[in-house]
């Protein structure tokens, strides 16, 4: 999936406690962005799926200290929000730092 060819615009979206904000998302298809609320649901189960992927191979590694950091671009593909990490010509947002005590 690329984001090339891609413009921005301002939509309503609902969040889980019924609360509607405007986020800035990319149009990644032809169609257009319609102003009805969407649901922020599809990215908060790509947060909640990407933080478990993560989980399992820090508890492996045992670090005493972890952070890790990482953008997510807000998108309309096929009517819905979807979010993606990686961007354009494979360029990706996402920092881990790992750390161990002497």
Do not use: C, Y
Not at 28 to 54: N, W, Y
Not at 58 to 64: E, V
Not at 81 to 98: P, Q, R
Request: hydrophobic share 40%; glycine share 8%.
């Amino acid at each position: 999936m690329t984001f090339e060819d891609t413009h921005t615009e301002n939509i309503p979206v609902q969040l889980p406690n019924g609360k509607v904000i405007q986020i800035e998302v990319s149009q990644t298809g032809r169609e257009d962005v319609s102003f009805s609320a969407k649901s922020f649901q599809a990215v908060t189960d790509s947060i909640e799926g990407i933080v478990e992927a993560l989980a399992v191979p820090l508890q492996k590694a045992k670090p005493d200290k972890a952070s890790i950091t990482f953008g997510l671009e807000i998108a309309v593909e096929s009517g819905q929000l979807m979010a993606a990490i990686v961007k354009g010509a494979g360029k990706a947002n996402l920092e881990i730092t790992l750390e161990w005590g002497k």
